[in-house]
């Protein structure tokens, strides 16, 4: 249940709010609009009067709302009205007028409207024109002539509503810090059906903003690429002539004066506002962290290797930095796939991007060389690979985004958490579509079965907890065809899958094969060493045979 509070002003605010509650709607979606409840339980009702001009009695119910209001004149606040619409899930049951009447009573005592029991609370009623939703209107000024205490109404629904909804057995929705990006208004998603986009300016525009943090490195290159992708900016300039903050509209996303929709950065998210931008690119800068040479598909996995360490105990402010550059990563993945997997990953960019903010701040300096890496992906993604670097990514970001899930749930971010499960549905559809071909290609070139019978032999000797699962699973052809080139290239295969199997354990991978596929991968197109560094290699793996656990690893889906 979802209730949602606005505000509104101006001499006409109650009797405008009447009659768009009684009207047809903006798409004529309103049916049998019609009062549950109001603060007397007799107040006229406009829905309900057949012998009378409907027009005439919702004047009559403005007028009595708006009583308290006149009575204190020029005296009165500058907001006068108080809107809640309040939302049923789509799956929740049908609830009755009655039932609905008992939520809006529940919801205006919850704010301060009308606490229970008090004859000279503020005037308000309950308004019902579809089955899912009501819509509770108030005045903001007691019977009494005083103003009502509803400091931090917006919290106090919010709670009331999570209460109402295990009373009613109604669906569940997470409780929130604070820190989630504003929903599209009821008018926002109506002109978006009706211009037949998919969705809303603000969700676009939300989008556009983050992929520009993500591929920028500095605050020029940010404003670039917005104009690139077709957004309009307006700067909020400082006496100085210094830009404070920026306002982001889409062309043709007009008012009814023609004039341009802008929305401030803050609005569309809380870490996209110009000093949050500034912030996050002042640790992107080229100078201090330029990303050696090399893949950076390879640069881009090692560092998003090393993020379940920061989510273990640790610094939350760096473990912070490092889920908001994994999601920079995520928004920029999709501009890199193949067609037919842009859509799940932007599914996943989207889902993801609730699981970036909590009320800890983030330390974007930990992550600046993953942001770095993904950055030269972006800038040139034909030239790094052949889907075998997206795949490996992929299969480490289910690894961080399960670790994530657990890092969000042991400090009670219920949003943040459901965030993450919703990301690993769509990153796993993901995955399979872009590392289906590329393991299969590999698998297609396996060595003679000699050769695969040597590297059984080892892991059955390295890792014999993992090693009948390896040879059963599909991807063994894969992981024995990258041992191979491995060693063709120069590489000792014993020595490198005793590096691939101390990088990190195999415990939380669905598939162990695919796992080592992929580090194989990388580490065999690294320089061969030489045979005194081989030699040392393989003392270094035999000394340490696996990297340290961080504890309590969740279930990995995959």
């Not at 606490?115 to 019902?128: K, S, Y």
């Amino acid at each position: 249940m979802i209730p949602k509070i606005i505000l509104g002003k101006g001499p006409h605010a109650t009797r405008r709010t009447i009659s768009y509650l009684f009207g047809k709607g903006r798409a004529n979606e309103h049916i049998d609009p019609h009062l549950v409840a109001s603060w007397n339980g007799f107040a006229p009702d406009p829905g309900r009067s057949p012998h009378r001009d409907p027009k005439e009695v919702e004047a009559q119910l403005a007028a009595q709302l708006d009583q308290p209001v006149k009575m204190l004149g020029d005296k009165a606040p500058k907001h006068t009205v108080w809107h809640c619409p309040v939302r049923a899930a789509p799956e929740d049951p049908i609830l009755t007028d009655a039932q609905w009447a008992d939520i809006a009573r529940r919801i205006v005592a919850a704010a301060g409207i009308a606490p229970e029991g008090d004859e000279e609370a503020c005037r308000w009623v309950a308004v019902r024109h579809a089955e899912d939703h009501i819509h509770i209107a108030a005045t903001l000024v007691r019977q009494d002539g005083r103003r009502p205490q509803r400091d931090y109404d917006q919290r106090a629904v919010q709670r009331e509503a999570r209460q109402i909804e295990v009373d009613y057995g109604l669906r569940r929705l997470k409780p929130g810090d604070g820190t989630a990006a504003k929903r599209p208004t009821s008018k926002e998603h109506f002109k978006a059906k009706r211009l037949g986009h998919n969705a809303t300016s603000r969700e676009i525009l939300r989008l556009r903003v983050r992929r520009a943090v993500a591929a920028a490195s500095t605050e020029a290159e940010f404003f670039a690429l917005l104009d690139a992708m077709g957004v309009t900016v307006r700067l909020k300039l400082g006496p100085s002539g210094d830009a404070l903050g920026c306002n982001f509209a889409l062309p043709g996303d007009t008012n009814d004066k023609g004039e341009p929709v802008f929305y401030a950065g803050s609005t569309l998210a809380g870490d996209l506002s110009l000093p949050k931008i500034r912030e996050r690119l002042a640790t992107t800068s080229p100078e201090p962290a330029a990303v050696r040479p090399g893949n950076p598909w390879h640069q881009a996995t090692a560092a998003a290797e090393r993020i379940p360490h920061h989510l273990t105990p640790g610094s939350d402010e760096a473990a912070q930095g490092q889920l908001a550059a994994l999601g920079g990563a995520l928004d920029l993945l999709p501009l890199t796939a193949p067609a037919a997997a842009r859509a799940e990953l932007e599914c996943a960019a989207i889902a993801f991007e609730r699981a970036t903010r909590s009320r800890i701040a983030a330390d974007h300096a930990s992550a600046r060389v993953l942001r770095r890496s993904v950055q030269a992906i972006w800038k040139e993604p034909a030239r790094h690979g052949d889907g075998a670097g997206l795949a490996m990514l992929l299969d480490v970001a289910l690894t961080v985004v399960a670790y994530a899930m657990h890092w969000h749930r042991a400090r009670e971010h219920a949003q943040q958490q459901a965030a993450a499960e919703q990301t690993l549905v769509h990153l796993q559809a993901a995955y399979v579509q872009i590392s289906g071909p590329v393991l299969a290609g590999l698998a297609s070139r396996a060595p003679s079965p000699q050769t695969k019978r040597r590297y059984a032999h080892h892991l059955q000797q390295a890792v014999p907890e993992h090693a009948e699962r390896i040879l059963d699973d599909p991807a063994w052809d894969a992981l024995a065809t990258v041992l191979a080139d491995a060693e063709a290239a120069g590489h000792n295969p014993t020595t490198i899958l005793d590096q691939a199997l101390s990088q990190r354990t195999l415990d939380d991978a669905h598939s162990p094969a695919r796992t080592l596929t992929w580090r194989i991968r990388r580490l065999g197109e690294r320089h061969a060493p030489g045979p005194r560094a081989q030699a040392a290699n393989a003392s270094h793996a035999r000394a340490h045979p696996t990297a340290p656990r961080p504890q309590e690893p969740p279930t990995r889906r995959r």
